[in-house]
């Protein structure tokens, strides 16, 4: 059943154990205790270092209480009822919010009930403080009680690969999480709620505009509590624009949304549809929009469900969600901020191993693969598909023969592992996805067909996977097709009820392994967006087919590629593809094997790839063939160890690939000595020399610049007012080059 486990508060085992009492605040007794909140920060957190970190603080009203880190603030009214009053980003301090709605809203047993909020607000334009003495709670809502505060604690282990990882990262990450604890009206009309604790979390984080929230009820009466459905988060923020008329192009709250919820999608904004809902505000009467359609109401819930029993003594957690106002519409600055939340909320993201995708599970195969990976500096084999491996296969001698490959990889400082297909494949009619307009499989799922994870197929593959890690001791799993997030109509499945519970139960049992895998130390390279459940890799965005163009097209599109598919992810988070055999078809113009006669684009491809910090699945029988293959191959893996850390760093676009000048791209990370690396790219025939323009404001750097080439003499640059590097750089035929930039001053 759904019950997360990761925390209990005192106040939930004290519940649990029959004994009623007041939650006991941890850290806070009062908002009289909280220090005053200070003044927003005005430097630039994508570039400076912070002295400010998370806190819990009072301001100038009376019973308040404030969220902040000097990036965003989000402030709370505690009386009458517990109100959000404020959402505010540090750059302008402009509010973000407009009106009050409950912290939470849960269906028990057939009936909705606010929990928190205030109502009396005359119009839902604007909030102002000289309204909040007339403000009353909503009827039959969750009361407040009180709260608590500590420290961020993880939300699961992970047992991270510091040789894989370019700088340290901190997890849990630092900051503050605050707990706002509630109880059940006393009575609602006639009836009496079952004795319930209901806790609103929150987590404030340090040195960037974000905030975590999330709700648990834990049920502490003797019967059991159906959750029916809920809104875990709601907002009125202001409207992004004034359009009386349609709006035919609607503009959102410039605020990013994202929570572990997710559906099948290889980008975060494809992800969220199941659970992020933008939409009209049935209450907001005095906008602008004739129709009152503006999007302005944010609401965080599942699509359908969960419809779930919570049992006596037993604790059910929402999924969380995070939310991060931007500062700008800038692009480049809402990509930067991307890359900071991931790799604050996710660090395993930046965990970016080089990847033999070996051809043939044959020991004899494998084994060359780990030698020959061993020997150019690669860190990772996976069994690819279509190699026979079969994660499936609980045989004895098999389990036994995989894990004395395991065992000689780790001897070598190799993780092996292999690839699974879940989803996008039919099993059988008595285990496929049913289709609730029919009563029978197809034509429901997301891929047509797909198993539902809680058949009798779905539990005993899963137990399937638990076995294999425990029994192998492999390290690395590549899940295709991971659970898209098809809900299933029938009533046959052990492990869920009917189609409102089944989304709900799948959810838990895919994320709840990948969690169990973070903590044993087991990759995931996931070509869905799981990673805030431990998933380190999604695809970087192309289409299968396209590796079985000529290799001169394959170059240009990875590169293309690779400039859209981090424009909202990091470098580390996305894996391309190349193939050494052939794939998809294509013939002998679309694959590089045999290796050493295809070296001057086997070398280009090294190029693109690790100049862009972007690891690739190299699917064949060998790295390298020849002498002259194995060295073209470790130098460049020699090329992006020694620069691993700003290689790994976020990319700033400069040209995207046309196949008609140059184009290429910038890492930058302010808190290197190496701060800034541009890669570029010649795809002519012949060398060329072009004046560029090197954007280093997000790299920190001010005043003078130390710039190399390929790591030859330092040579003394003056940025513009503008902090923008004019260079001029030759690129050899069919070539790269790259530059590091360093502070002068």
Request: with cysteine; proline share 6%.
């Amino acid at each position: 059943m759904l019950l997360f486990r990761f925390q209990i508060l005192f106040c939930m085992a004290m519940a649990a154990a029959g004994v009623a009492q007041e939650p006991e605040p941890v850290g806070s007794t009062s908002v009289a205790g909280l220090p005053a909140v200070k003044s927003m920060e005005t430097n630039d957190w994508l570039v400076d270092r912070s002295s400010r970190t998370a806190g819990v603080f009072r301001d100038g009203l009376a019973e308040s209480l404030v969220l902040d880190n000097g990036y965003v603030r989000r402030t709370f009214l505690l009386a009458p009822n517990l109100a959000c009053i404020g959402l505010e980003h540090g750059e302008n301090h402009e509010s973000l919010l407009r009106g009050i709605r409950p912290e939470c809203i849960i269906t028990l047993n057939g009936k909705a009930y606010p929990v928190g909020g205030l109502t009396g607000q005359r119009v839902e334009n604007f909030l102002q403080a000289n309204e909040f003495s007339k403000l009353k709670p909503l009827p039959d809502s969750f009361v407040f009680k009180g709260f608590s505060e500590n420290a961020i604690e993880p939300r699961f282990e992970w047992k991270r690969r510091p040789d894989w990882i370019s700088r340290e990262v901190a997890w849990p990450p630092p900051g503050r999480q605050v707990t706002f604890h509630f109880e059940p009206p006393t009575q609602v009309g006639a009836s009496v709620l079952p004795e319930l604790v209901l806790d609103v979390h929150y987590e404030i984080y340090d040195g960037l505009p974000l905030i975590c929230k999330w709700f648990t009820i834990h049920n502490a009466s003797s019967s059991v509590v159906r959750l029916n459905t809920f809104v875990s988060e709601q907002l009125a923020c202001v409207e992004a624009s004034s359009q009386v008329e349609d709006l035919a192009e609607p503009r959102l709250p410039n605020i990013h949304v994202e929570t572990d919820f997710t559906t099948c999608s290889m980008q975060g904004s494809g992800a969220q549809r199941d659970s992020v809902y933008w939409t009209a505000d049935p209450k907001y009467e005095t906008q602008v929009n004739y129709k009152r359609e503006s999007l302005c109401l944010l609401e965080c819930r599942p699509l359908v469900g969960p419809e779930i029993d919570i049992a006596a003594g037993e604790t059910f957690s929402t999924f969380r969600t995070w939310l991060m106002p931007y500062d700008s519409r800038d692009e480049v600055r809402q990509c930067l901020s991307l890359c900071r939340m991931y790799s604050t909320i996710a660090p395993w993201t930046l965990e970016n191993p080089l990847m033999h995708h070996v051809r043939s599970a044959d020991p004899v195969a494998v084994r060359l693969a780990i030698d020959q990976c061993a020997e150019v500096g690669f860190e990772l084999v996976i069994m690819t598909f279509g190699s026979g491996f079969d994660i499936e296969n609980e045989s004895p001698d098999y389990l036994d023969s995989i894990r004395e490959l395991a065992d000689y990889a780790h001897s070598k400082g190799i993780a092996l592992g292999g690839y699974s297909l879940l989803a996008s494949r039919s099993v059988s009619p008595e285990d496929d996805v049913v289709n609730p307009a029919t009563g029978k499989p197809g034509g429901f799922a997301r891929f047509g067909n797909s198993p539902c994870l809680e058949s009798r197929w779905g539990q005993d593959y899963f137990r399937k996977l638990y076995q294999f890690f425990e029994r192998t001791g492999c390290d690395v799993l590549e899940h295709d097709g991971s659970y898209p997030g098809d809900a299933c109509a029938s009533n046959k499945h052990p492990g869920h009820e009917a189609f409102e519970d089944s989304r709900w139960r799948q959810w838990e049992t895919v994320t709840t392994f990948y969690q169990w895998c973070r903590g044993r130390g087991v990759f995931l390279n996931v070509p869905d967006w799981y990673f805030l459940h431990g998933s380190s890799k999604t695809g970087m965005g192309y289409r299968e087919t396209n590796w079985s163009l000529p290799r001169a097209q394959q170059e240009l599109i990875e590169r293309q590629n690779i400039h859209d598919g981090t424009r909202f992810k990091l470098p580390t988070m996305g894996w391309m593809f190349v193939p050494l055999t052939e794939y998809h078809g294509g013939g002998a113009e679309a694959t590089i094997e045999p290796l050493s006669e295809h070296l001057e684009h086997y070398e280009r491809r090294l190029q693109n790839l690790f100049g862009a910090g972007v690891q690739a699945c190299f699917r064949g029988p060998r790295i390298f063939d020849t002498d002259a293959t194995r060295e073209i191959v470790h130098r460049w893996v020699t090329f992006y160890k020694d620069h691993r850390p700003i290689l790994d760093s976020p990319l700033i676009s400069l040209r995207r690939a046309d196949g008609r000048d140059w184009d290429g791209w910038l890492h930058v990370n302010p808190r290197l000595n190496c701060s800034a690396l541009m890669c570029v790219y010649n795809p002519l025939d012949e060398p060329i020399e072009r004046l560029i323009r090197v954007p280093l404001y997000y790299a920190g750097l001010r005043g003078s610049v130390s710039v190399s080439v390929e790591g030859g003499l330092q040579k003394r640059l003056q940025l513009d007012e503008k902090f923008v590097a004019t260079i001029n750089v030759t690129i050899p035929p069919n070539g790269m080059t790259w530059l590091e930039f360093r502070n002068a001053n």
